[in-house]
């Protein structure tokens, strides 16, 4: 069974700066006085998050620009590793964060899904046969020879819903792309989602779509400037928060 | 992990060749018409103390076959964080990856220049002088050490930006010191310089073979022992630097 346990997790994204990124600069830096180091800041993106998600979990998680979500999703996915407190991830886990896929823009959407296969550590021969079922879920037959680079975002999308369709995700985190996907298709995903995963399985959304949110995920997080503030069923957490979340 | 790299190392040389008549024999041309002009600058306009032509042009093919391996490798790891971003950003996955899909394109190419360098001296000489075990041995030991090299050159060029300028001006350095367009035996008074040049080993490992000649027990040590200092640092670095790399790209 799938399961993610976040204990007292903070993420600090250092502020990179030109001198900061020099190795002349670090190696030398001793000698060049204070102001190697003057523009040496960071960035809180996580502060202190504690949150335990077990199997058929289907979790909103909502809040403002740069609330954190994203790095919420990252470190949930396994993506990026706390710089504070512990992340324990069980469970196939597959991200689909904005449209980026994640193998590379010269490859075709054909050797993404295989490649993709082969990063989640199916074998060669399981990944030729989970090719048809991304093709089919995503409707990728007319793009299947195309370079990443030449796909729509749209196209993009499909061939990412239909690499985690395909290899069976048991953690499937969703941020921010329902924009690029013609309402038909977000029906399809919704449909995949409610009965096409096993009931093990865990969800976690990041989307401005109410309705959306509404009809996959039935607790919620909220995050403000790195920090969880709340949490609960989602119903009662939109009500709660509706003018911190529309505003 | 391992499938993956060795799947898009594949799908690299793929799309090197697609669309191209000699695919990747271009670079092993390219190679080639280096060492003519080279063989033929050398040999010829400086007047350099050499042993016979085609026994200068054979050390240089064979230094250059090597070197031309070891620096693609490191020069291209260096800037792999920025060519595979995207990967590295959406996946689990370690330096190591990108890595050995950046050195199985350039083995392919390094194979495809021993077997043309091959050709050629049996076309030339009429008669082979390689000595196939060690030369299975040193292109093992050459690959090790440029693994391992190639992996701390891309960590830290991840984490420092001028890295791979820095290690670029290190290599045309190195190459100049590195007895690949001299001979060693035109150094008399400074034949230390040799000694404490770990390329030198590298080289030797892969034109000694090659050329027939002996590869001495102080190479076999010295780059067995360069290559397990490096493969302990890359481990040490993997272990305690590698888990930043997310919060370098």
Partial sequence: MAGIALRHVSVTFPMFFAGDRSFKRNLFGPLLGPQSSRHRNTVIALDDVTLALQGGSRLAVLGGNAAGKTTLLRVLGGLLPPSKGSAETHGRAISLLGTGIGIDANFTAHQTIIGQGLLLGFGAAACRQRLERAVDFGALEGVLDQPLNTLSQGDQVRLALGIAVAYEAEILLIDEMLDHLQPAMIDRLCKHIESGMPPSSIVVIAERSKAFLERICDQAVLLNHGKLLDSGPLAGMLERHQTQLTS | MIRFAIYAGL??????????ILGPLWSTLGLAFLVACLSLFFGSVLKQVL???????????????AWTFMASCVHQSCNLVWSF???????????????????LRNFVILLLNISLALIIAWLYFGRLAVTPLALLGGILLLVLNTFWISYVAALASARFRDLPQLIAWGLHLAFFLTPILWIEDNLPRHGYLIDINPFASLIALLRHPLLGLPVTAEIWLGASLIGLLGLLLARWLGRHAAHRLPYWL
């Fill in chain 2, 11 to 20: 799908a690299d040389m793929e799309a090197s060749i697609r669309r191209t």
């Fill in chain 2, 85 to 103: 971003l995207n990967t590295l950003r959406h996946n689990r996955m370690t330096l190591v990856v990108p890595v050995v899909r950046v050195m």
């Fill in chain 2, 51 to 65: 042993p016979d032509y085609p026994e200068y042009t054979a050390l240089l093919a064979s230094g250059l076959i």
